[in-house]
């Protein structure tokens, strides 16, 4: 369990270092990706824990229910998330491409050095 969000921390961690510290534009697409991932991966552990069953299950149509139930709203979150995720990363490179277009150059430090 510890291992999980340890994971979860980690991953998060390379994305903010690739974002901070990266001047090249597709290296910071990347971090903010890698960060987008580490958090649908905290909310897909979250969702469920040892032992629980899926939300929908003959028995509970039966009238037996027994046991927990693993809750499906972070699961339907993650699957918003992952959309949302595409959508980012399509607006983030067309952004890089504009900037590529105007400046020839990909790299951050160069295009604040042109901007001055």
């Known amino acids: ?36 991932s580490a958090i649908l991966l905290l909310l897909v552990r979250l969702a469920a824990s040892p032992g629980d069953r899926a939300p929908i299950h003959l028995d509970d149509i039966a009238g037996s229910p027994g046991g927990a139930f693993a809750d499906p709203i972070p699961q339907a979150l993650s699957l918003t998330q992952i959309v949302i995720n595409a959508a980012v990363t399509a607006i983030m490179l067309g952004l890089v491409i504009k900037l590529y277009q105007s400046y020839r150059t990909i790299d951050l430090a160069e295009i604040r050095r042109a901007e001055r």
């Open 1 to 36: 369990m510890a291992l999980d969000y340890g994971t979860v921390i980690a991953l998060f961690c390379l994305g903010l270092y690739c974002v901070m510290i990266k001047t090249d534009l597709i290296k910071i697409v990347i971090g903010v990706n890698i960060m987008e």
